[in-house]
């Protein structure tokens, strides 16, 4: 077999399965172990570089990581990993002067953003310190956009979104509140260098059933509607509350509803619960706060007397197996005073002249390049929810930062498509024969429960944030948990005398020597332990010096723990952390 | 020593034994030697023979006397009976362990100076007797645990680490156990747990007293160029032409073993050996031809590996002594000592 290119950035990257599942790419288990050290704002600016909204994304994140996390293979449940974010954020000093700075000299290129949320701020948040002016148009009066209107401040308050907000916003961007961008081809007309569009998918789906709009003061549309109580223009609902859709809004609507006096809030689902497609903790919050979830119900009409609502139709279902095909069982009546429509959401983009060159989709969304995020149209970027309809923060933020990297190297007459290579080193952690500088003793704690507010205080007060974060003994457990993926057992071939000591040691069994093969399947059946997880590649040595034979590990069964390491007589095996660096704008410049 | 234990990490389903055991029920404590140490090896292969053996860890019993290779018994089977004697004691310890209790299997660890110096007289009359137990010596041709002097087992012009070549005659445990008469001898190599876990097997299997040679090297102090005990010399020159399987007829299919003239013998409760020697008429029954293969081999530099040797026939301890089948500690105490009258009776029929 061809032995493994360790060189190769991507190599390691995917073994650091939470780095490798996150879209910005999040160092994770370094900052980690900055918070196992107590060194917070360090923590912090490690998140920040890749996903620059630590405090916002430790409460908000859909988790992408944690699914991916090598411990939940272990014991069942991934590190918390989204929660030790938000202590990083939390338990942070002043890191206002670790900031960067946009410098006094531009170069005298201007960029313009349409919408102040995750995408745009990204892309300001990389350029400015370039030099770049940039702009940003938002049709709101505050900043944040979806962030800010679509997230209850019950669980991302305003304070946390205006201050990482502001670590961009104060490096000089020039931001226009109250500016609807209301013509593309009259901003392309202002003679910026390049346009960013980051407006979001900000318009919720109606749902046009009979009697829909009989009373229309009682049927909202979720997005809507949450826009109206972020900005105190609604403060108040009916007590009974049906809230139509499945996803993380519809959680967040219907969790609003309880607080504004919704005493028997109902969430109505078309199919069973394991298609739903909000994350499993948002569902259980929901749940936490008595908000009844019903399956197996389609609605069928909007029902009014008197022009007043007072209830929805629904047909009852019976599923197949796989939930694919449905059979009507019944028709039932569901009284309820309001009901909110959280089916899903789309783009809207009235204010894109056709004819300009920007080319849409049949679904109504840009036509843009998913590595450089330009649109058919040059000089022209699109990222975020704007760009490939509605995902979440974390991918605005890893869009934004692509497109800064085009935008730079259209400022700079460099084709888009020239990405800076990502970088990484390998750093030996070995501090003495049996001592690495990480905590390399597996700790069997279970996964650490966020403690909430008491349900009867989070209903007096609309503002007030349901998570308390994880508690000083939670968090050092926590960090306890994670396995450090980045810190590789990394192998010298001509080093080994073939002792045995690292196979004998490991407790996880991952690693073998064995004779040379030229097939992979029959390599994957001849390991100590056979390496079924396809998904994961096996780490394979150069022929040993005494006997030709390979080593090789499996990567999917390695917890990093040093045993092999620590047993190896000559350090053919040492332990080295993978420092990734991705290619960022104006690191092209320095190459 | 490791900095952490060796944690237990419950990543998938552990494959289990016919009682029901893992792998890691076999384990014992952290090994305090050097990384590296062939020893270490041993223990593993150790290890991995009890546990496909199903052996109920507290039905071993561990004996070892002095030494680095007399400390490796802390690193397994922590579950098992034991003892650490003194220096070159193990087989007398083992013996009269053995008279006490017939129905355990006893393990014991020596090494080249435990039992080729101090305790050499011991482990030849364990020999003789036919102790009923495994007797592995870890042979590594120093004394590692006083910083690297020849052991008795060192080979004549082999170089210590700094330098100075040994001119003295070694003790080949093999050669010495064949003379004596021994029933099962082998030599193996902690470096090839595919050859050393049947050797193994079939040992614990062996009615009588199995020796194994297993050269393992000192990584400290004699894993060097010019050592004859170190990896790359044994890999070296190993002649690994005398190839053990060991079948254990309670759990293979007999219709599967192979008919390709490979030699069987069969072990004393039902196990086989199966022999594939690359030497045509090599025939691990007879002691001469044993005998005079590695005399030969020894002679052209070689090191050959392998159960060499192995006779069923020979009584072991217990059929030479006439003892009771039931283990002596499960006898009743009245029958055990049936008291002054039954000795003065006793007396009485010499008169």
Redesign the interface.
């Known amino acids: 077999m061809q032995a493994t290119d360790i060189g190769d950035p991507n190599y390691f990257h995917r073994v650091v399965e939470c780095q490798w599942a996150c879209p910005a790419h999040t160092n994770v288990p370094e900052y980690i172990r900055l918070i196992a050290q107590g060194r917070y704002s360090d923590a912090y600016m490690v998140n920040r570089e890749t996903n620059v909204f630590p405090g916002i994304l430790g409460r908000t994140c859909d988790r992408p990581c944690e699914p991916a996390c090598r411990r939940d293979r272990v014991d069942g449940s991934p590190v918390a990993i989204c929660r030790l974010k938000r202590v990083a954020s939390d338990l942070r000093d002043d890191i206002t002067g670790l900031l960067p700075v946009a410098p006094e000299g531009k170069n005298g290129k201007r960029v313009a953003c349409i919408g102040i949320g995750p995408a745009s701020l990204t892309v300001a948040n990389d350029l400015m310190p370039l030099g770049y002016a940039v702009t940003i148009f938002e049709a709101a009066s505050q900043p944040g956009g979806l962030m800010r209107t679509s997230i209850p401040s019950f669980r991302l308050p305003a304070q946390v979104l205006e201050e990482e907000i502001g670590y961009i916003v104060d490096m000089g961007v020039d931001v226009r509140y109250d500016s609807p961008v209301t013509s593309l081809g009259s901003l392309l007309g202002d003679g910026y260098d390049a346009v960013f569009i980051g407006s979001g998918a900000p318009r919720g789906k109606d749902l046009e059933l009979e009697g829909r709009h009989d009373d229309p003061t009682h049927v909202h549309i979720g997005l809507d509607w949450l826009k109206s109580v972020a900005f105190g223009h609604i403060s108040s609902i009916g007590e009974r509350v049906l809230v139509i859709g499945v996803g993380n809004t519809a959680m967040d609507c219907c969790r609003t509803a309880r607080r504004l006096g919704g005493g028997d809030v109902k969430i109505m689902a078309r199919r069973p619960r394991q298609y739903f497609k909000a994350s499993p903790w948002e569902l259980e919050d929901a749940e936490e706060e008595q908000v009844e979830i019903v399956v197996n119900h389609a609605p069928r009409r909007f029902v009014t007397e008197n022009g007043r609502l007072v209830g929805m139709e629904f047909d009852v279902l019976e599923w197949d197996e796989h939930a694919r095909q449905s059979r009507k069982l019944d028709t039932v009546f569901l009284p309820c005073d309001d009901v909110i429509l959280a089916i899903g959401q789309e783009n809207a983009f009235p204010w894109v002249e056709r004819g300009l060159g920007l080319e849409f989709t049949s679904d109504g969304l840009p036509v843009v390049d998913a590595v450089t995020m330009q649109t058919t149209l040059a000089g022209v970027f699109a990222g975020g929810d704007a760009a490939f309809g509605p995902k979440n923060i974390i991918w605005a933020v890893a869009h934004g930062h692509e497109a800064a990297i085009s935008i730079d190297n259209h400022c700079r007459g460099i084709p888009v498509g020239e990405r800076p290579p990502a970088q990484m080193a390998l750093t030996s952690q070995k501090m003495g024969l049996t001592e690495w500088s990480y905590n390399n003793d597996y700790n069997p704690s279970p996964r650490q429960q966020m403690g909430h507010v008491d349900l009867t205080k989070r209903f007096q007060e609309l503002h007030l944030e349901v998570e308390l974060g994880f508690s000083a003994e939670q968090t050092m457990r926590e960090v306890q948990r994670c396995l450090n993926c980045d810190v590789q057992p990394v192998f010298r071939a001509p080093l080994c005398i073939e002792c045995d000591a690292c196979i004998d040691i490991c407790p996880v069994a991952c690693l073998t020597i064995t004779r040379d093969t030229d097939s992979e399947s029959e390599l994957r059946s001849m390991l100590t332990v056979a390496a079924e997880n396809l998904e994961e590649p096996l780490y394979i040595s150069e022929p040993l010096a005494q006997t030709g034979r390979i080593m090789v590990k499996d990567e999917d069964l390695c917890v990093h723990c040093g045993l092999c390491a620590e047993r190896c007589p000559t350090a053919a095996w040492n332990m080295e952390k993978f420092d990734l660096r991705l290619g960022r704008a104006g690191i092209g410049a320095l190459l | 020593?490791?900095?952490?234990k060796?944690?237990?990490?419950?990543?998938?389903a552990m494959p289990k034994n016919e009682i029901g055991l893992t792998i890691r029920d076999y384990e014992g404590s952290m090994s305090t030697l050097?990384?590296?140490?062939?020893h270490?090896?041993v223990?593993?292969a150790i290890v991995r023979a009890l546990f496909e053996l199903s052996v109920p860890p507290h039905k071993v019993v561990k004996m070892s006397g002095i030494g680095c290779s007399s400390k490796t018994t802390a690193y397994f089977d922590s579950a098992a009976h034991g003892f650490n004697s003194a220096h070159g004691r193990m087989a007398p310890i083992a013996t009269g362990a053995n008279a006490a209790n017939r129905d355990a299997l006893y393990v014991g660890i020596s090494g080249d100076g435990d039992s080729l110096s101090i305790g050499a007289g011991h482990m030849v009359h364990a020999i003789r007797r036919n102790v009923h137990m495994i007797y592995v010596i870890e042979n590594n041709g120093v004394y590692g645990l006083t910083k690297g002097q020849f052991s008795a087992s060192a080979d004549i012009g082999s170089a210590a680490k700094h330098g100075e070549a040994n001119t003295v005659a070694p003790v080949d445990p093999v050669m010495l156990a064949l003379s004596l008469g021994a029933s099962f001898v082998a030599r193996s190599f902690?470096?090839d747990?595919e050859q050393l876990v049947p050797i193994l097997k079939a040992a614990a299997q062996h009615r009588g007293l199995a020796l194994i040679d297993v050269i393992s090297?000192c990584?400290q102090f004699n894993?060097h160029y010019g050592s004859t005990k170190s990896?790359?010399y044994v890999?070296e020159h190993e002649l690994r032409e005398i190839d053990p399987d060991f079948i254990d007829t309670g759990r293979e299919i007999v219709a599967d073993l192979p008919r390709d003239g490979a030699l069987m013998v069969a072990m004393h409760d039902g196990g086989l050996v199966r022999f594939r020697t690359l030497p045509a008429e090599y025939d691990p029954t007879d002691r001469e031809a044993a005998m005079h293969y590695v005399n030969q081999a020894h002679a052209r530099g070689e090191i050959p590996t392998g159960l060499l040797f192995v006779d069923e026939s020979i009584p072991d301890v217990h059929e030479l002594n006439h003892t009771s089948e039931t283990p002596l500690v499960e006898l009743p105490f009245d029958e055990l000592c049936p008291g002054s009258a039954e000795l003065e009776e006793f007396q009485q029929s010499f008169v």
């Open positions: 020593m490791p900095s952490i060796k944690p237990l990490i419950p990543l998938a050097c990384a590296g140490c062939g270490d090896s223990t593993a902690s470096g747990k090297p990584v894993n990896y790359r890999r």
